[in-house]
Nanobody, 127 residues
């Protein structure tokens, strides 16, 4: 069974940076897969943060464009989310997701597109 394990969350002041990691179990190939990062704050709906296709195409949520970057490390079978210029409104639980069947070039942004989810890592940004 595919497992996704996130790490890298924490507490940071506004303007700071964090890098989230999502390690996939061997049953899922990050290099051949399409994956995404989502976040959910208390009382709010799950929000798409960033997505990446099998061949490296990316999509970002409007609120994080220009500040966040999604990437893959194929050798480590790991997905990353580099978060810069963090704002208090970025505070949320961040989860990575992976999709079983990927159309070439498609970076999916709906939670319902994904088959596998990690447990999440908390990011807290203070002002």
């Amino acid at each position: 069974q595919v497992q996704l394990v996130e790490s890298g969350g924490g507490s940071v002041q506004a303007g700071g940076s964090l890098r989230l990691s999502c390690v996939a179990s061997t049953e899922y190939s990050v290099s051949r897969g399409c994956m995404g990062w989502f976040r959910q704050a208390p009382g709010k709906e799950r929000e798409a943060v960033a997505a990446i296709s099998t061949d490296g195409n990316t999509n970002y949520g409007d609120s994080v464009k220009g500040r966040f970057a999604i990437s893959k490390d194929n050798a480590k079978n790991t997905l990353y989310l580099q978060m810069n210029s963090l704002k208090p409104e970025d505070t949320a639980m961040y989860s990575c997701a992976a999709k079983s069947l990927c159309a070439f070039g498609s970076a999916y942004q709906r939670p319902s597109d994904y088959n596998y989810w990690g447990q999440g890592t908390q990011v807290t940004v203070s002002s």
